[in-house]
């Protein structure tokens, strides 16, 4: 399993990359494998400021739904529209083509409070 050094994680499986300002959104490739095939991304919130762990949309799975909650605060300004007809790129590339919002950062410090890859391996008890 993958754990790119260069993101930060979340306790509910949500990876952070930094750019700038800016940060992407997505889910662990960890998540993506407990929820199964991805078939739909909902993201009604561009435009909105979203504080630090409030739900900012949902992925559904042939099985299930699953809030997508917000790992810094922050004003979503993009969502990745690739997902609209292919959500599957969450499976296949959680880390890449699969990011599903890029977030304008209010609060640069609660990057600091993530965890880090070795932190978020630890956390899902996957250490060795």
Known sequence: MNFPSE??????????RIEGKCAYVGITEFAQQELGDIVYVDINTVGKEVP???????????K?????????TGTIIEF??????NPELVNSDPYGEG????????????VDS????????VEIGRSC
């Not at 993101?7 to 952070?16: F, I, N, Q, S």
């Not at 890029?102 to 609660?110: A, G, Y």
């Not at 993530?114 to 391996?121: E, H, I, P, V, W």
């Open 7 to 16: 993101l930060k994680y979340t306790k509910d499986h949500e990876w952070v």
């Open 99 to 110: 990011w599903m919002v890029k977030v304008d950062l209010v609060d640069f410090v609660q």
């Open 52 to 62: 630090q762990e409030d739900v900012f949309g949902t992925v559904e799975a042939v």
């Open 114 to 121: 993530l965890l880090s890859a070795d932190d978020y391996k």
């Open 64 to 72: 299930t739904v699953s809030d997508l909650f917000m790992p810094i």
């Open 80 to 85: 990745n529209k690739k997902l609209d007809t």
